[in-house]
């Protein structure tokens, strides 16, 4: 292999190690979130699951839509209610690497799901 085609090689390895990558930031929420309770506490309160997509542009390099706990959650999250146990899942079910494969890479959905307990009162209506 030549030292060209060596670091053409090298250059897309590292621009794919990179790709699809997502930040979370519970500070945006507007509610207290907490990733784990204290060991032995389980929080009192209603268990929720949401599944949502991610999709990515050009193998991953552009996000185009990613999922927001914020707005799935934005109704039951006012009144001084706040979200504990927060687990996210990312991941590339089948269906999301047949669509990848499909494309070529041009479009690369991922599964994200969120999990957790929205602890506090729930508001009251008029």
Known sequence: MSRTHF???LALLLLGTGACAQ??????????????SDAGLVPQG?????????????WGVFPISNPSLQKTLAAELVGGRS?????????????DGLVTLATLGVLAP????FEGTIVGAPPTGP
Not at 83 to 95: D, E, G
């Open 7 to 9: 670091r053409t090689a």
């Open 23 to 36: 930040t979370f930031d519970a500070t945006n929420l507007g509610v207290p979130v907490t990733m784990a």
């Open 46 to 58: 209603t268990n929720f699951k949401v599944e949502s997509k991610a999709l990515w542009f050009a």
């Open 83 to 95: 979200v504990a146990n927060l687990r996210i899942k990312t991941r590339t079910r089948f269906i």
């Open 110 to 113: 991922r599964s994200v799901t």
